[in-house]
């Protein structure tokens, strides 16, 4: 078992940055990937970035590509999400996710076992 809590949400005006944070216990060591996704109201989960824990590949979404950047300290178990240039578009829930077997996509969610609560980011304009 993986647990992850995020944390660093919150409210921003369109331009602005937050960090995000995802802290893990358990299982930590048996993680190939760790993932970032985000849901907005009525419409479906969607990838942001993820990287992998052995190399520290980076992957990220087309939307995101150039603003938000993904790292990891593996000394604290966390994963950041570092967003910039913040828009309308980026309100959502984002959820930390980690993914266990290379098995799959690294952008799809069904590949990933173990999910955060969820945190809240809102960017008004």
């Known amino acids: 078992q993986v647990q992850l809590v995020e944390s660093g949400g919150g409210s921003v005006q369109a331009g602005g940055s937050l960090r995000l944070s995802c802290a893990a216990s358990?299982?930590?060591?048996?993680?190939?990937?760790m993932g970032w996704f985000r849901q907005a109201p009525g419409k479906e989960r969607e990838f942001v970035a993820a990287?992998?824990?052995?190399?520290?590949?980076?992957y990220y979404a087309d939307s995101v590509k150039g603003r938000f950047t993904i790292s990891r300290d593996n000394a604290k178990n966390t994963v950041y999400l570092q967003m910039n240039s913040l828009n309308s578009e980026d309100t959502a829930v984002y959820y930390c996710a980690s993914k266990s077997t290379a098995v799959g996509f690294i952008t799809t969610p069904g590949r990933y076992a173990y999910w955060g609560q969820g945190t809240q980011v809102t960017v008004s304009s």
């Open positions: 990287i992998k824990q052995s190399e520290g590949s980076t």
């Open positions: 358990g299982r930590t060591f048996s993680n190939y990937a």
